[in-house]
């Protein structure tokens, strides 16, 4: 047991039950570790399976940051063996896993708690002791073999409070799980990652703040729908990428090809007039966020930026005071929009909805939602295309990440879907792309050209080469560029 302060522990994330591998060389390591501790009591196999998730998810954890720590609940209910979200069935079998670890010199541990009269608390902790980082040491490259289960849920329904809820499979749930298991098949035989990185991990300057690991384990991608609905959410989840800052996604590479980003930030502008059969871009095609502020504003405030935040908050709102108070939750510290009134943003939003009369009602009216299902079925179809090419594509909500070439590919598709999910026609969207830095082979890409054009990051890591390499030989793919490599290409 451990006493470490709280600013220590908090450096956590909970434990992955859906944790696996399936490799030969993953599984001798298991056994290995398994089979040098004390005599294990009751189902064997139950526990040894309890044991190897466990492992293999400290590992992950370790490689990410030797100090990160897993949060591992000592609660029996917490544990939900037959439930389709957890498919390796773990159960209230893994905190006597955690102790026989302890017990064996693996894992240093912290014990959770609850207060009931300030209502906080915390889970237990667990991590690796330095006996067991010298075996994780010694195994470096099995990194790559540990994914999650094939047969993991990826389809996921929750109530109004977000829980996890059971349901029954349709068509529709199956058809949605084949197409995204068929994804999730693709993001895992490539190797995504951003170049320029010597360690793989993002370190953010707030205080406090976690660290974002650009991990290979971390790609799996869910579907979200909300409310008991299937027509509500239905949104795309998961891989690194979607916690990732724009700026860095601009260095985001697939299997040593380059990246183009095509944002549609102001897609839900864009369905609530298609939705009233109005193509918003070919018949009124004015900026939608230019409005007039109040006199006296802070003249730091970058007015049209600070519009377009309050906008699309409000859409996702069910009330105005809740986009008030989310325009403000996600305004930077220390900066003039984080003491933006309810009144002077009253006023704005008034403007707002004098300007979008047509569609004003759906303003901070609970709408999101409902756009989240509508966005989600066009990239639903997105997916479908690229990936029945054997082509990855990357999905942030309302912007999508291709290879190097294909974002004409992406800008076509994107309309012809839009105009499939609305029934409106010929409609124009816009958008903008942001290319990759552009990296070529050093004999035609000096530093200093790079430098010249802004080019701060330099080559290729040496870490990012050589997990690249490791992730080809550990998959058994071909050397050289991947068969899906666009003619136009930009290589580094």
């Known amino acids: 047991m451990n006493n470490l302060p709280n600013i220590y522990l908090n450096d956590s994330r909970p434990l992955d039950v859906h944790r696996w591998s399936d490799y030969p060389e993953v599984n001798s390591f298991i056994d290995r570790i398994y089979s040098s501790l004390p005599a294990k009591i009751g189902n064997t196999k139950i526990r040894k399976k309890h044991f190897k998730v466990l492992l293999l998810d ?290 704005v939003m008034a403007s707002l909805k004098v300007k979008h009369a047509l569609i004003a009602n759906k303003i901070a009216s609970g709408a999101g939602i409902d756009l989240m299902y509508i966005d989600s079925q066009i990239t639903e179809r997105l997916i479908a295309y690229f990936t029945k090419r054997g082509v990855p594509m990357l999905s942030i909500h309302d912007s999508y990440v291709v290879p190097f070439g294909y974002d004409n590919d992406l800008i076509r598709e994107m309309k012809a879907a839009f105009c499939a999910v609305t029934q409106v026609q010929e409609v124009r969207l816009k958008h903008t792309t942001i290319n990759s830095h552009e990296y070529f082979w050093a004999d035609r890409w000096t530093v200093e050209q790079k430098k010249a054009q802004g080019e701060d990051f330099g080559e290729p890591s040496q870490r990012h080469k050589d997990d690249l390499a490791l992730f080809k030989r550990f998959h058994k793919l071909p050397e050289g560029y991947p068969e899906w490599t666009h003619p136009d290409t930009a290589l580094y």
């Open 58 to 347: 400290l590992y992950v954890a370790w490689t990410v940051d030797p100090d990160l720590k897993l949060a591992v609940s000592r609660d029996n209910n917490r544990y939900k063996a037959k439930s389709r979200y957890n498919e390796l069935h773990i159960s209230k079998v893994m905190p006597d896993v955690v102790d026989m670890l302890e017990d064996a010199g693996l894992v240093h541990t912290a014990n959770g708690f609850f207060d009931h009269v300030k209502k906080i608390g915390r889970v237990s902790r667990v991590w690796a002791t330095g006996r067991l980082a010298k075996e994780f040491n010694s195994a470096l490259h099995l990194h790559f073999g540990i994914n999650n289960l094939e047969s993991r849920e990826c389809i996921i329904l929750r109530d109004e409070k977000k829980k996890d809820i059971e349901y029954e499979d349709t068509k529709q749930t199956d058809e949605m799980r084949s197409l995204l298991r068929d994804y999730n098949a693709l993001l895992a035989k490539t190797h995504i990652d951003i170049d320029y990185l010597d360690k793989p991990f993002l370190q953010f300057k707030k205080p406090n703040a976690a660290p974002l690991s650009i991990a290979q384990s971390d790609k799996f991608v869910r579907r979200i729908f909300n409310n008991r609905s299937w027509t509500q959410g239905g949104r795309f989840y998961g891989g690194w990428w979607q916690r990732c800052p724009k700026a860095q996604r601009n260095h985001i590479c697939m299997d040593c090809i380059v990246t183009q980003e095509v944002d549609y930030s102001g897609l839900h502008i864009a369905l609530l007039y298609a939705l009233q059969g109005i193509d918003y871009w070919a018949t009124i095609d004015v900026d939608p966020y230019l409005v007039d502020w109040p006199e006296g504003i802070d003249p730091a405030i970058n007015q049209r930026e600070a519009t377009k935040k309050l906008l699309l908050t409000a859409i996702n709102a069910d009330t105005e005071e809740k986009a008030f108070k989310a325009f403000r939750s996600e305004s930077a510290s220390r900066t003039p929009e984080k003491k933006l009134t309810d009144e002077v943003l009253g006023k």
